[in-house]
């Protein structure tokens, strides 16, 4: 299932200068996805739920990886492809309009392309929800919808500020990169108050006074997000990963990854593989495909403009 894709006219939206959705959906990992836009007219939202991709904009490289965001700006070159070792899965939205544009210089964000560690699902996960809802008229679209774009700029927002704080606090930020750096590591509050030298009350408020979440909830996102990794590019058993991402055992790595995810492990691999079909569904003059590759060494380049 290597995208879902909803796309919308111009006659969809009541000022389409203003605000357009052209393309938005989901894309399921596959190694030869890749996409290229010369001087592209709509801006480019994503957030990769597991792999690895490579993204240039005009001149500049960048790599991203499950739990990061990035924004690729309209009025720019654009190329990006997954990895083929790791291929990406990933939500995303293509906005075309004045006021995408608009939002992002007056939040400040106009520059800035990836989000590292930094999770936008929610947000882009209502946005879609909102793009697949049925018989909805131009106005209805063009009321709810910037509202939930808005949405997706705030979080992204909030994310230059929590850098900005990061900047004032260096010890939460060293700690979040030794969490980063040691997930597979058996770590304790007290342990980890001990290696930074604060007490653990100290060390509990200046993380959360800078990531809105303890070093615990942290971690615990962290490790599902790389666990999506694991379990939709490895072999790896339900027991293994567990054991890999120092989950105590099995059972409570199953119940953690529902409780983030909506889904069981096992469930969350199964949706991750082709099925076998194709199909395609009309509804209210958008199209939403789901469509299916055949076997890997019969993958042809995938180009969307």
Request: net charge positive; aromatic share 10%.
């Amino acid at each position: 299932m290597p995208e879902e894709i909803l796309s919308f006219l111009p006659s969809q939206f009541t000022d389409p200068a203003i605000y357009w959705v052209e393309l938005a959906g989901t894309t399921y990992p596959f190694p030869t996805y890749h996409v290229d836009r010369t001087h592209s007219s709509v801006t480019t939202i994503e957030y990769v739920q597991s792999g690895r991709g490579h993204l240039t904009v005009d001149q500049q490289h960048y790599t991203v990886q499950g739990g990061d965001a990035y924004v690729l700006p309209a009025g720019h070159d654009h190329h990006y492809a997954s990895d083929p070792a790791a291929p990406m899965q990933k939500i995303w939205v293509n906005v075309s309009g004045s006021l995408c544009s608009q939002l992002l210089d007056t939040y400040q964000l106009t520059g800035q392309v990836v989000f590292p560690h930094y999770s936008i699902e929610a947000e882009l996960q209502d946005y879609l929800a909102f793009c697949r809802l049925p018989g909805l008229t131009p106005e209805a679209r063009s009321e709810r919808g910037p509202l939930l774009l808005h949405q997706v700029v705030l979080a992204l927002h909030r994310f230059s500020a929590q850098h900005a704080l990061a900047q004032q606090h260096p010890q939460a930020a060293a700690v979040r990169a030794y969490l980063d750096n040691h997930l597979g590591d058996a770590i304790t509050l007290n342990a980890l108050s001990r290696q930074f030298h604060l007490s653990v009350s100290q060390l509990t408020r200046e993380f959360a006074r800078v990531y809105s979440a303890t070093p615990y909830a942290y971690l615990l996102n962290r490790r599902v997000a790389m666990a999506k990794m694991l379990l939709t590019h490895t072999g790896l058993t339900v027991g293994q990963i567990a054991q890999r991402l120092a989950f105590t055992d099995a059972h409570y790595f199953s119940n953690v990854f529902l409780e983030k995810t909506g889904q069981r492990p096992l469930a969350w691999r199964q949706a991750s593989q082709y099925p076998a079909k194709i199909s395609r569904r009309r509804c209210c003059r958008r199209d939403i495909f789901v469509v299916n590759l055949p076997a890997p060494d019969r993958w042809p380049p995938v180009h969307r403009r």
